[in-house]
């Protein structure tokens, strides 16, 4: 198990990414959480197994159908435990 911070650069906010996001990590079996930021990204950080998050990762380059991705920039954190995966919206 490892944890991964994912940054989604581009037309990403209104287009139920972070939804679509949620689904995908369910499917996938990755916990953690997705939230955007003010700067217009949306931030993930992803707990599994590699191969389950290089395939979040290669998703996180089309996004829900709505997403115009431009960038997607990952890098390893420590290791996070989180129960399920969750939306954090901000206010």
Not at 6 to 27: D, H, L, M, P, W
Not at 45 to 70: F, H, M, Y
């Amino acid at each position: 198990m490892e944890s991964v911070s994912i940054i989604v650069e581009g037309f990403v906010q209104g287009v139920y990414f972070r939804q679509s996001t949620k689904s995908k990590a369910n499917e996938l079996g990755i916990t953690g959480e997705v939230k955007n930021k003010p700067d217009g990204t949306v931030h993930i950080i992803a707990t599994g197994v590699r191969t389950r998050l290089n395939e979040l990762i290669e998703w996180c380059w089309k996004g829900p159908d709505a997403a115009v991705v431009k960038n997607v920039k990952v890098e390893q954190v420590p290791l996070t435990s989180f129960t399920g995966f969750n939306i954090i919206r901000q206010h």
